[in-house]
């Protein structure tokens, strides 16, 4: 029996509908879902996944663009006791097959021109547009009536972007992804009046968990949008349709490159968030310089925190824009050395914590969860200084830190000096493995216009010790990343490393 004590993901929507049944909930395309209307297909569609033959506990993946039966997919899942299994909708081949294999998932809710990519074998059933789709059998479906899911079950398999090493499946619970909603409400100072528009995919937990299920808990009326399309998202400022945008730092980079970026009046929107990766500090620059009433708020966590764990609000950045800000309601961080011991401030080292938002592991993984998970900590691997005042500066992913003649380099102070040069669009700092250096520090540039290798090392050696400075650039037309917008490192220190 749910205690009535407890809260799940699916009674966010519930209660809301409760409260203002007939505001209008969800516009995605053509159609529109008042708060009573989206509560009651949630209920139809948990009827209908479990008429499938599925039982409570049984994993379903969800492998589709964004829309709004993505998000009915998932709240059904929720209210219906299912673990939902985003999938990100770029996959193929073995990284698809992995990760609905891993995961053990029973059935796989996927749009109908995604469906062919996942193996002959695999149970399916089409989201949307196609006949017998989960949206096509709501209205022929009776609501769920069955038990409440309990707090503490598992609500959802939350992948880690892989950016690393194989993805591993963060096992959530209501209880934690409820915590991290309350969370995002309070630090981002999200309100039902606000006009959010979500263009970021879905099956990533930061558009997901950090602001349409807690803008759906607040009663805002929420735009879902198919992808972060530069002109429909200036149209729609313009218009007075969206006024809060979050977008990782490519996309900022991207609008902020349009031709027309400083022409169109973008003075409606209210709430700038940015995260998933690290910001480039000269980026955030020319963002505030051209809109300097914008509200600006850093986003920083990671999959295994549901994923917000730390906020800079816009009252915070003045002299600091290099941070990710202090940790949220729900969330305590540390700074440790290799011990686990804390460092002093200022000085660097790995953020751990300890939150009710935390993940119960990896899925299947006994191994990989133990080592993340010790001495009452979760290790982030990040690493990242701490101030006086706690504010937190993410350094760099453990992982990324480069060895440079046996000194630690950090690729984002690197990066911060290359984005300064006029004929940098876009760049991404590794170590590639060399005889004299161990590991050689390596620029991988989109270029803007005309530009030498020469003259990128040249710019950074003012700026930096030269040990510091790239020893070698590489152009590209573009940067590897997933669908989040974090640049897939990995993939370029395999590339170049064989050049």
Known sequence: ????????????????????????????????????????????????????????????????????????????????????????????????????????????????????????????????????????????????????????????????????????????????????????????????????????????????????????????????????????????????????LFAPPTVWIGLANRPDFGTRDLSGLRKAYYGASIMPVPVLERLRERLPKLAFYNCFGQSEIGPLATVLGPDEHKGRLDSCGRPVLFVDARVVDEEGKDVPDGTQGEVVYRSPQLCEGYWDKPEETAAAFRDGWFHSGDLAVRDAQGFFTVVDRVKDVINSGGVLVASRQVEDVLYTHEGVAEVAVIGLPDDR?????????????????????????????????????EFVTELPRNASGKILKRELRQRFADE
Request: glycine share 8%; hydrophobic share 40%; aromatic share 6%.
């Open 1 to 244: 029996m749910t205690s009535v004590h407890g809260s799940t993901v699916d009674g966010v929507l519930r209660r809301s509908a409760r409260r203002t049944p007939a505001r209008v909930a969800v516009d995605y395309g053509e159609r529109s879902w008042t708060y009573g209307e989206l509560d009651d297909a949630v209920s139809r569609a948990a009827s209908v996944l479990l008429d499938q033959g599925l039982s409570p506990g049984d994993r379903v993946g969800s492998y589709g663009h964004n829309s709004d039966a993505y998000l009915i997919g998932f709240l059904a899942c929720a209210r219906a006791g299912l673990v939902h299994v985003p999938i990100n909708q770029n996959l193929t081949g073995d990284d698809l097959v992995y990760i609905v294999g891993q995961s053990g998932s029973a059935l796989v809710l996927a749009d109908p021109d995604l469906a062919g990519r996942l193996p002959d074998d695999v149970r399916t059933l089409p989201l949307r547009d196609a006949d017998g789709s989960l949206l096509e059998r709501l209205a022929s479906a009776p609501p769920y009536d069955g038990p409440e899911p309990r707090t503490d079950d598992l609500v959802q398999l939350l992948y880690t972007s892989g950016t690393t090493a194989l993805p591993k499946g963060a096992m959530m619970t209501h209880r934690a992804l409820v915590h991290e909603y309350l969370s995002a409400i309070a630090a981002l100072d999200l309100s039902a009046g606000d006009r959010p528009v979500h263009s970021l995919p879905l099956y990533h937990s930061a558009q997901l968990h950090v602001f349409l299920l807690p803008y759906l808990a607040v009663g805002a009326t929420n735009r879902i949008l198919d992808a972060p399309d530069g002109d429909r998202l200036f149209d729609l400022i313009e218009a007075g349709q969206a006024d809060s």
């Open 437 to 473: 250096w161990i590991e050689a520090v390596t620029a991988v540039v989109v270029p803007r216009g005309e530009v030498t290798e020469a003259q990128l090392i040249d710019h950074a050696r003012e700026k930096l010790p030269h040990f510091k400075a790239p020893k070698r650039v």
